[in-house]
């Protein structure tokens, strides 16, 4: 039977989102890391999971998106 593991990191100092790694290391502990670690061509998970292809895939290709948007609606004068 696998047990899932089932929290919330806290946010970084800065404020910003944190997200556990998929997998504990080696000694059953959980990395938090910066949601702007993803995909970053940096391995910051114990088995490397926040740079695995099949994911960045999907996930930086919607950040961007979400990054042009997010942009956009800031810049909207309200009349």
Same mark, same amino acid.
């Given at each position: ?19 556990? =790694? +998929? ?8 990395? %938090? ?6 995909? /970053?061509?940096?391995? &910051? =998970? +114990? ?8 994911? %960045? ?6 950040? /961007?998106?979400?990054? &042009? ?11």
């Amino acid at each position: 039977m696998k047990t899932i593991f089932c929290a919330e990191c806290p946010p970084a100092a800065d404020g910003t989102a944190q997200l556990f =790694c +998929p997998s504990p290391d080696e000694d059953g502990d959980w990395a %938090c890391i910066d949601q702007d670690a993803l995909c /970053d061509d940096i391995p &910051d =998970c +114990p088995n490397t999971e926040d740079e695995m292809p099949s994911s %960045c895939l999907f996930y930086t290709p919607m950040r /961007d998106q979400l990054e &042009d948007i997010f942009f956009i609606l800031s810049h909207i004068q309200y009349q």
